[in-house]
């Protein structure tokens, strides 16, 4: 290759690399952030999050953690310890209370794939300690909730989810979609109680498959919940899906993936849900529980699931065909 040819490949290289002008601002923007002494970590989390996605560093460094070692003599641990610390506070904040520092933020990200888990563990641990919770008793709270889940799972989940829900909620889910096409989280133990025409087990894997019908669905606790809401919307708003109900924890209604829930009809189930598992005879979960109801008979639902608690819906709504 030519000593030009050689040129012009490193002026094109160098210019792929070059910040535009927005991203140049940007830049300038996330590190004064940094440069203010640390402002919060907060801020200089978010400030790195998007200095490290949107690739700012690139004109002057390979690689973020070079960025973060050379421009500011932060290892990469410390720098993901920031970026991970502002997620946290980015799940709590809607719920009106953060943490104070990235030394207690930092203590909750064993949790952060499940915002739901995060908020009532954060919430618990406020209520309980108050301007006194440290990073070594959230440490605590976490190792127990995480220890809690691997041994039993959750009452609002498990290897046969259905098998949980009582048969009087059945039965009215029954009462409201006349059929249950589908069980798209299930197993054969499971699908004695529900009865749905069909079901999915964990092997056959419900999210990637086809739903269609009226469904029954307690998904599976976790990562996983929020998966398994967005498809049945999905598939709802396609028209594959007629009619649902789906019952979850009541906790999760502030967190992000639920909110698409408030413009279909909940209720609220006043008390604790005494679930039948196979691990314990009886449980009742530590949290409340609601069902939601996708379709359009708003009228049946709350005729029927009104027994079981408050029948909301959002304020001003659609009527809905009865």
């Not at 640390?38 to 400030?47: D, I, R, S």
């Not at 009226?214 to 398994?228: A, L």
């Amino acid at each position: 290759m030519s000593t030009l040819a050689t040129t012009a490949t490193g002026e094109q290289r160098l210019a792929a690399l070059a910040l535009t002008s927005d991203a140049a601002r940007m830049l300038t923007d996330c590190e004064q952030i940094i440069e203010r002494g640390l402002a919060t970590f907060v801020e200089v989390g978010q400030a790195l999050l998007r200095i490290r996605d949107e690739r700012l560093y690139r004109e002057s460094h390979k690689t973020f953690e070079a960025y973060c070692r050379e421009r500011w003599g932060m290892n990469r641990a410390h720098a993901y310890r920031q970026i991970e610390a502002a997620k946290i506070a980015g799940v709590l904040s809607p719920i009106g209370d953060t943490p104070a520092s990235e030394s207690v933020a930092r203590e909750l990200v064993p949790l952060l794939e499940d915002e739901a888990d995060l908020a009532e563990t954060w919430r618990e641990l406020r209520a309980e300690h108050g301007p006194k919770l440290t990073a070594a008793k959230v440490r605590l709270a976490v190792n127990q909730r995480l220890r809690l889940d691997q041994q039993i799972g959750t009452v609002t989940s498990s290897l046969s989810t259905e098998y949980y829900t009582p048969q009087r909620y059945l039965e009215a889910a029954r009462k409201v979609l006349g059929t249950i096409d589908l069980d798209p989280a299930s197993c054969a133990q499971a699908n004695e109680t529900v009865r749905a025409a069909r079901y999915f087990t964990a092997r056959e894997d419900g999210l990637a498959q086809e739903w269609d019908g009226t469904v029954y669905m307690n998904p599976p606790y976790g990562r996983d919940c929020p998966k398994f809401v967005a498809k049945l919307l999905t598939s709802y708003e396609r028209g594959d899906v007629t009619a649902a109900i789906v019952l979850l924890s009541s906790y999760s209604s502030d967190v992000r993936w639920f909110q698409p829930l408030f413009s279909h009809l909940l209720c609220f189930v006043t008390g604790r849900i005494e679930f039948n598992s196979p691990v314990h005879e009886e449980a009742r979960p530590t949290t409340g529980s609601v069902f939601a109801y996708v379709g359009p008979d708003w009228a049946r639902f709350a005729e029927v699931f009104g027994q079981f608690g408050a029948v909301v819906a959002r304020w001003p709504h659609e009527e809905r065909a009865s």
